[in-house]
């Protein structure tokens, strides 16, 4: 049965962050994101970054890189499309209205996706991942940063405790890595190369084989969507 989730009250929501989002997150997200442009980038050119919310990222990525990238926010898109022609980030093809678990590209597009900074906030994050890795190629990587909790940490009774709160105000206190990287186990086609430590973690797992020209749900790969 599909995931139904209320999309329109997510986008009212990212429209009231996107007027003070720089504020509060450039300096704290900076760290994790260039490490996650940095290993998308090593992948290879064709880039997919989902959740690029305020384009905050766009800057980290190299000039041969080509890069798209979606949200499901058009107020954020337009603060994006801003730092595009300001900064003059010719590497940036595209910029999209998107939803995560449903993208609209033709399988084995791409040699890196990732998403920083969102998988927590998806209601379906693991028809997100299938749909990373449909449009992934072979050896590429799906690259993710987010907060991310540890079993083995000491403080994960705390975040376990809080997550109720968190969770009503929009935010993911105890989504764990292991849903990632069990993700990835389970499809038979990844190995994940890297967990990070800290606050924030960025995770990356590299695609092994690929299912050819499949979707996640046996169907003909969407339309590109403007």
Not at 18 to 31: C, F, N, P, S, T
Not at 34 to 40: G, L, P, T
Not at 161 to 176: E, R
Request: aromatic content about 8%.
């Amino acid at each position: 049965m599909p995931v139904t989730y209320d999309l329109e009250s997510q986008k009212r929501v990212y429209a009231g962050w996107a007027k003070i989002y720089d504020r509060v997150y450039q300096g704290m997200l900076e760290r994790p994101q260039r490490e996650s442009v940095a290993a998308a980038c090593a992948c290879g050119r064709d880039i997919l970054e989902i959740g690029v919310g305020t384009g905050l990222t766009l800057q980290y990525f190299t000039p041969e890189s080509r890069v798209i990238a979606v949200d499901l926010s058009l107020d954020m898109l337009r603060m994006a499309a801003r730092k595009v022609e300001s900064q003059k980030l010719d590497h940036v093809l595209g910029l999209m209205v998107m939803d995560a678990c449903r993208l609209g590209f033709a399988a084995e597009s791409f040699d890196a996706v990732t998403a920083q900074f969102v998988i927590t906030l998806v209601p379906d994050p693991e028809q997100a991942l299938a749909e990373m890795d449909r449009v992934l190629k072979p050896g590429g990587e799906i690259v993710i940063a987010s907060r991310l909790v540890d079993d083995r940490d000491f403080a994960a009774p705390l975040w376990r405790a809080v997550a109720p709160l968190a969770k009503a105000v929009g935010w993911s206190a105890d989504f764990k890595v292991s849903r990632l990287t069990d993700w990835a186990a389970a499809t038979g086609r990844y190995e994940t190369v890297h967990v990070g430590r800290g606050y924030f973690r960025v995770v990356r797992l590299r695609k092994l084989v690929s299912a050819a020209a499949q979707t996640t749900n046996g169907s003909e790969p969407l339309a590109l969507e403007a």
